[in-house]
């Protein structure tokens, strides 16, 4: 089991940037895949990035294709997410995920463990 905590949110202005951190417990990071999503007022929750269990591959939303950037670092336990030329669709609260398989999904119901999330604001 992991249990992961997000934090590095915040308000920013419209073009700003903001780097998320997500610290996981346990020895095992390496073995999972982690995503980040992020659910906006009145809406559902939606993929945003993943990143393989090395590193080595990525995956992104294509709205965040180009602005957003997925790493971990595993002997840190923690994968970031940083986010430029924000606007303020990007407000949301923001979701650090594990799944326990090689495979990077999009799929909400394919990731086994979730942090509580970290709200970002985003202004113009």
């Known amino acids: 089991q992991v249990q992961l905590v997000e934090s590095g949110g915040g308000l920013v202005q419209a073009g700003g940037s903001l780097r998320l951190s997500c610290a996981a417990s346990?020895?095992?990071?390496?073995?999972?895949?982690m995503g980040w999503f992020r659910q906006a007022p009145g809406k559902e929750r939606e993929f945003v990035a993943a990143i393989s269990r090395s590193g080595g591959n990525t995956h992104y939303a294509d709205s965040m294709k180009g602005r957003f950037t997925i790493s971990r670092d595993n002997a840190k336990n923690t994968v970031y997410l940083q986010m430029n030329s924000l606007n303020p669709e990007g407000t949301a609260v923001y979701y650090c995920?594990?799944?326990?398989?090689?495979?990077?999904?999009?799929?909400?119901?394919?990731?086994?463990?979730w942090g509580h999330g970290t709200q970002v604001t985003v202004s113009l």
């Open positions: 995920a594990a799944r326990s398989s090689i495979m990077i999904l999009t799929i909400i119901r394919e990731y086994d463990y």
């Open positions: 346990g020895r095992t990071f390496s073995t999972y895949t």
